[in-house]
């Protein structure tokens, strides 16, 4: 098993970027193709963003143009990066991997408010 630990979030205004990362203990070539998740309050997790081990990405719609995700198998770390923030991605942020699914870390809290 892999722990992955995300990190990068936080408060900002509606309009600001973030940028998360998710650091793997062992091997993200090994992991595959990877995913950022997000579980707003009250709601279900949902998958927002996937990069493929070839390098293709692929994002929700709500998320497309906005979020950018990338990966750096070298430092095992995955990317989010966030820009033009509204309130509805206020929500906790997950990485994992798309198939090989390991245990879930704690996620990184992302409040977007005025």
């Known amino acids: 098993q892999v722990q992955l630990v995300e990190s990068g979030g936080g408060m900002v205004q509606p309009g600001g970027s973030l940028r998360l990362s998710c650091a793997a203990s062992g091997s993200l070539f090994s992991l595959g193709d990877m995913a950022w998740y997000r579980q707003a309050p009250g709601k279900q997790r949902e998958l927002v963003a996937t990069?493929?081990?070839?390098?293709?990405?692929k994002y929700v719609d709500s998320v497309k143009g906005r979020f950018t995700i990338s990966r750096d198998n070298a430092k095992n770390t995955v990317y989010l990066q966030m820009n033009s923030l509204k309130p509805e991605d206020t929500a906790v942020y997950y990485c994992n991997s798309l198939f090989w699914v390991q245990p879930w870390g704690q996620g990184t809290q992302v409040t977007v408010s005025s």
């Open positions: 990069i493929y081990s070839g390098g293709m990405t």
